[in-house]
């Protein structure tokens, strides 16, 4: 995946931070 030139890499990093825990935290049901 590329990162979005538009968005500071800190950003990401923290979307993706939020986004992996979110899934693993209360979003497993869903996958």
């Not at 990093?13 to 869903?30: K, L, N, R, T």
């Amino acid at each position: 995946m590329q990162p979005i030139p538009s968005l500071p890499q800190s950003l990401l990093s923290a979307m993706e931070f939020f986004w992996d825990w979110g899934i693993w935290g209360w979003g497993s049901g869903f996958f």
